[in-house]
Structures are given as C-alpha cells and as structure tokens.
C-alpha cells in the first residue's frame, strides 16, 4: 500500500488558484475513484473535486478557508493508485485524466467541454460518509451559509434526504418570523480598511503608494479580497481604465409595459414562468441592438499593436446578477432567436442558476451587451461599467408612480429611467442615444416588437 498526494488541479477556466471551500472527507474515511472529496471556489464558479484513488483519505493537507495555487498539495490517500479509464474518464465538470508522477496526481480539463456523461455514482448508490453529515449540494451548503441557516436544523425533502433550496430558503424564511429585523447602528469606527492585492495586468490605474495602515484591533475587520470579488474588481478596473465610458439616461412611461406584464402573467402560456419587467426589457435590448448593431461590437486589439472593431450579428445577453457569491454577468446565448416565452424561460433559468451559486464559465464569457437591473434595489438610474468584452451595459431604474403629462394632462403614470454605458471608441454619440431611444420607446410601446 502507498501514499498518493493529490495537487490542486487545473480546473479549465484559465485561473491559478482556487479556495478550499469545504472539505467532503475526515482522515479516515474510504473513498473510491470519483468521489467528491472536496468543494472548492474559483473566481469563476463552485466546483466539486472527485478523488482519482481508491483509498483511506490521510491528511488533509489545506484547511477550509484557504487559497492555495494549482499545483499544491491538497490531500494525502492510502492506497493502491487508480485513474479513471481513458476511454470513458469524465466526471459531472468534463473530461479529467489522472496522472501519477512519484506522490503526486493532477486532474485537468475540468468544465471545457459541454456536458458530458458522469461516472460518479448516483447518490443512492454512495455511502453516506459520517464526516458529511447533512446530505446537501455545494450551492445549497453557500446558500446556508448565506442565509445564516444551520443544516443540521433542516428537515431535507429531497430523495435520499438531501436536503433542497426549497428547504433551506423555507427555514430561513420561517425563522425570520422570530427575529426582529431592525437597522443595524452606525459602526463606532468612521472608516473600514479593505486590503487589496496589486493586480499586475492592471498598470494604467493610479494606486496609493507607501506602506498599508495598521490594523486597529477591535476596531476594523479586514476582509480579504478573493474569488469572485477579486476576479470583479480587477475586470472592473481594466474596463473603467481602458474603455472611455460614455453616459446618457431618459425617463420613460412604462405603463404600457406595465400592463403587458400584468397581460402575460394571466396568459396560460407563461403559467409555469416568472414574467417581470425585466422580460420586457431584454426584448427591447435585442430589438434596438438589431437597429443599432455597434452597440453589440468589440473593440480588439492585435497583438502586432493595431486594432478593430469586430461587429457581431448575434446578441449574447448578459444579465448582471447579484449573487452570495458577488457579482456574475451570465449570458442568454443567441438570445435574437427566441420568443417572448423562450426568452422568460432562459431568464428564469439563469436567475435561478446564479443564485443557487451554479452558473459555470462558459455562461459568462462570449457576451455581447449587458443588462443591469438597478430598480430591484430601488435606484432610478446610475453609471455602470461595461463589462469586459463588450461596448455597453444598459441600466433599468426602479419603476415607481410619478406625475406624468399625457394629452395636455397629469395623470399618474408608471415611470422608470433607462441609462447605459458605452465604450466611445466603439460608438459614437448619436448612435448610443438612438439606441437608448430605441431601447425606451419599446418600453413605452411594446407594440414596437411585433415589427
């Protein structure tokens, strides 16, 4: 019997680090080839690691918590040394090869390819492991955690009693009726210190010199900045850095929209889908692109130092989402193809993805304009920063009544503020404004898409 180490693997998103979330196995505890042995977090997504041995998990060579490189030793397993078949090695992330050099094994290709058929048991067929305890899926262990919602408390519905979203958020929602939920009082420090480390493809951004203040114990809390938020921030600063951002805003008279909304949530067609006003919104979006094509270009630049514009003729709709995990900007492939009712169901689909913390890679690369939904925070209108790759985001305001002139009159009418962001470079001022104008005339008459 040998000892087998297992490095942190090349999960196929182009990263370098990853953070050990959680670990699925104690010292001790038999694991076959593929189990999952630990959960860990990139800047892109959750992904669940299968073991590449048979064997007796040793030591867990990394505590919950910590980033560590590609490469470094995770974990130790006692036992004869085993690799997936090469004709049928996948696992539920992708194709993986397992190699064996001396005490070390690395798994790579995780999450390139489609989807791919698992050899990972069926739950049914898996032993519960004592040192997991509740039987839940990654998403759903963030999601607790999010919500301050202890497992162990929860009575599972799912097969197998796994324990589901629906219990989690129902448990939440249950023991919030116990708590009083009052504004938390003003912090006695005046200022919070937030340590960032230097981002090096980053060099056009003005950065503070000299050494960090020190931390006042007791009075500060340093958060470490990683993972997703790290991944955000530098995308952001790359973009607000390069791309010269260009702003305009209208307001509009969404009541139409409105009473479209309230039409299609009656409609047996979209009985079994969420309808929102966002629904409306990403309609107008792909409608004004199609009049407006630029607003869907790049702007490349070619390694021999020139550059172009690269107009593409799809629409790729990204929708900034707000997650547990930080911000996502996943993205509603070919989204000129589909209907009204097509287009809710791929809404519903990525909003549920997102927040249950499982949208992958290839859902937020290739996009081609954004939507960013600020109204559900109860903002009229704000600046926001394109999102790298593409040439403008588009903002929707909260929709609220307002006095509205109509026919000479004041009337109450349901207004809402459409802004957007555009890379200059790309577009020019009259072709963002006809697409802004583009974009609030459909909300105003929704009419305009039957043309």
């Known amino acids: 019997m040998s000892t087998q180490t297992f490095h942190l693997p090349d999960v196929g998103e182009g990263l370098t680090e990853a953070e050990i979330v959680q670990w699925r196995v104690a010292p001790g505890d038999a694991v076959k080839v593929n189990d999952v042995i630990v959960e860990i977090e990139t800047a892109k997504s959750l992904v669940e690691l299968p073991s590449p041995f048979d064997g007796t998990v040793g030591e867990l060579l990394v505590a919950e918590g910590t980033t560590v490189e590609v490469g470094a030793p995770i974990i130790t397993i006692a036992g004869d040394a085993a690799a997936p078949d090469a004709s049928s090695g996948h696992s539920a992330h992708g194709e993986q090869h397992a190699e064996a050099e001396g005490e070390g094994a690395v798994l790579v290709g995780y999450g390139t390819g489609g989807a791919v058929k698992s050899r990972r048991r069926k739950p049914a067929e898996r032993p519960v492991k004592a040192s997991v305890g509740v039987v839940a899926k990654p998403p759903i262990r963030k999601l607790a955690r999010d919500l301050g919602v202890d497992l162990s408390q929860v009575t599972p519905s799912g097969p197998d009693g796994e324990v589901t979203r629906d219990d989690v958020v129902g448990h939440a929602s249950q023991a919030s009726v116990f708590r009083n939920i009052a504004t938390p ?24 010199t000299g050494p960090a203040p020190a931390l006042d114990e007791g009075r500060e809390e340093a958060i470490p900045v990683k993972g997703v ?39 047996p067609d979209f009985a079994d889908i969420r309808v929102s006003p966002l629904l409306i919104m990403a309609r107008a979006v792909v409608w004004a692109v199609r009049r407006t094509p630029m607003v869907g270009a790049a702007w490349i630049d070619n390694e021999d130092g020139s ?62 304009i954004t939507i960013t939904n600020i109204g559900v925070f109860g903002m009229d209108a704000g600046t926001p920063i394109i999102n790298p790759g593409e040439s403008g985001i588009v903002a929707m305001g909260t929709i609220r009544q307002k006095p509205w002139v109509v026919d000479g009159e004041v009337r109450p009418r349901f207004v809402t503020t459409v ?16 697409f802004i104008a583009d974009v609030a005339s459909v ?9």
Do not use: C
């Open 443 to 451: 909300l105003e008459e929704p009419a305009l898409l039957l043309d």
């Open 229 to 267: 938020r790290k991944a955000t921030s530098s995308a952001m600063v790359r973009s607000a850095y390069t791309a010269p951002h260009v702003s305009v805003w209208t307001d509009v008279d969404a009541t139409r929209t409105m009473e479209l909304v309230k039409r299609l949530k009656a409609s």
């Open 419 to 434: 802004s957007g962001s555009f890379d200059h470079r790309v577009i020019d001022g009259d072709g963002m404004s006809r």
């Open 185 to 208: 009082e003003v912090p006695v420090e005046r200022e919070q210190t937030i340590p960032v480390q230097p981002d090096a493809a980053v060099t056009t951004a003005p950065r503070p």
């Open 307 to 368: 550059a172009e514009i690269r107009v593409r003729n799809y629409v790729n709709l990204g929708i900034a989402a707000a997650t547990p995990r930080g911000l996502l900007v996943p993205n509603i492939k070919d989204a000129q193809d589909l209907n009204m009712r097509g287009l809710a169901k791929a809404l519903e689909k990525l909003t549920l993805t997102a927040r249950e913390g499982k949208t992958s890679p290839a859902d937020q690369q290739g996009g081609t």
